[in-house]
């Protein structure tokens, strides 16, 4: 959820009880910045999220269907909230790791905005004395931050190329393009190849194929493995695919005649797609060897 002005505001937040927004995912309501380090520790779970945003200056209460909502505006020192924010990043947080910060006045209130972008990388915060070495991990889920353990450290570690060519691919759905409509299916161009053997000790090229007939872009959740496309043979039969992060190696905006600017969203796989039998409903996709 996008709010940068005083309208969005009003019309997806204020007043709670009437409006779509609600704590989330995505979405945080603070009454004021209240612990330095807690501020800090907000960022780098939604940076380790999906992204999302905090607004400063909001009360928060339950609405009708459970969920939390801004039941009322709460006087802050804007300005002093973001400066006290700004120093508290520089201090618990790595600096590559920044928010967008902006303040919007509604109601003759002040609201400071921080909207987070997902990070690529896992995001830490550093512990809780300058004297002490160490690191801590936190992520956001429907309910909430919370601290991360030594298992899914790792897994996120390990998985972190995956995570960035999924965030990559979110865009698409997200911000679409091309007149798309965000969070609608979208049209994909998928190329895909296999592996030309060079000479000794030198890196394999990839040649690439791109798949005809046609291809939507179902979804590109966090909760899966994998993106899920709708890929189309020659007469328009549809089948279903599930591709794993791990094997698209690049995503970008292709310029297409007749297709509004950036162009149409596309995507290199690494793997051999094999049409189904005519039974099959679902496209076989091989990883190449060698990879």
Not at 11 to 25: F, N, V
Not at 81 to 101: F, G, H, M, N, S
Request: proline letters at 7%.
């Amino acid at each position: 959820m996008r709010i940068e002005t005083a309208a969005e505001f009003e019309r997806e937040i204020w007043p709670g009880t009437t409006k779509p927004g609600h704590e989330g995912l995505r979405l945080d309501f603070k009454r004021q910045l209240s612990s330095a380090r807690e501020a800090a520790i907000d960022v780098a779970a939604f940076a380790n999220g999906e992204g999302g945003t905090i607004l400063y200056g909001v009360e928060e209460g339950l609405g009708p269907d459970g969920y939390k909502v801004a039941s009322g505006l709460f006087a802050i020192d804007v300005d002093g909230t973001k400066a006290q924010l700004e120093a508290a990043l520089d201090v618990w947080l790595p600096a590559e790791q920044r928010p967008e910060i902006y303040p919007i006045a509604t109601a003759g209130q002040g609201v400071l905005v921080v909207r987070i972008r997902a990070s690529t990388r896992l995001v830490a915060v550093r512990a809780e004395s300058h004297k002490a070495e160490g690191l801590v991990f936190v992520g956001r889920n429907n309910h909430g931050k919370y601290y991360m353990g030594a298992d899914e450290v790792e897994r996120r570690i390990q998985g972190y190329a995956a995570r960035a060519m999924r965030l990559r691919v979110q865009e698409f759905l997200d911000h679409g393009g091309g007149g798309h409509v965000p969070g609608e299916p979208i049209a994909l161009r998928v190329y895909y190849g296999r592996r030309q053997k060079e000479p000794a000790g030198q890196p394999q090229n990839l040649v690439p194929h791109e798949w005809e007939g046609g291809c939507t872009l179902v979804a590109a959740s966090e909760w899966s493995a994998a993106l899920r496309l709708k890929l189309r043979d020659g007469l328009s039969k549809e089948y279903a695919a599930e591709i794993p992060y791990e094997l698209v190696t690049l995503a970008w905006w292709q310029p297409t005649p007749g297709v509004p600017h950036p162009g149409r969203p596309a995507i290199l796989v690494d793997a051999y797609l094999a049409k189904p039998s005519e039974r099959a409903e679902v496209v076989e996709v091989t990883p190449l060897l060698g990879r």
